[in-house]
């Protein structure tokens, strides 16, 4: 191996050793950094329901109007890619959890299933 293969190998290694001592600590500094990613998402965003004009940080999520959220979840880190201006927003809304899940329903994603 080359000597900067070396380094970089040697590098991991600690890494992966700090975070297995260290591992309630990097899971609150991640879960912090998610938090504070989503903020500014939801800020950059309009910071309200785009349906109903709901405020409340709680119950706001982000929806993909033309689907694939499910794909976009696969790439990872899709609060930090639109921070950075690596996502595009055009096709994302504000949606409070209920208008979201009309949503879903008027788009045949869901389908209530009533017995009687």
Excluded: P, W
Excluded at 31 to 42: A, D, E
Excluded at 43 to 62: A, H, P, T, W, Y
Excluded at 73 to 79: A, D, Q, R, T, V
């Amino acid at each position: 191996m080359l000597k900067e293969e070396l380094l970089q190998q040697r590098r991991r290694e600690c890494t992966e050793r700090y975070r297995r001592s260290h591992r309630e600590s990097v899971r609150r500094k991640a879960r912090r950094y998610y938090q504070k990613s989503k903020l500014k998402v939801i800020e950059m965003l309009g910071g309200k329901c785009c349906n109903c004009g709901n405020e409340d940080i709680r119950v706001l999520q982000v929806n993909h109007i033309n689907g694939g959220g499910s794909e976009d979840n696969k790439l990872g880190n899709f609060y930090r890619r639109i921070v950075n201006g690596t996502r595009k927003t055009e096709d994302l809304e504000l949606l409070c959890a209920n208008c979201n899940i009309i949503y879903e329903y008027k788009r045949g994603k869901r389908t209530l299933n009533v017995e009687g």
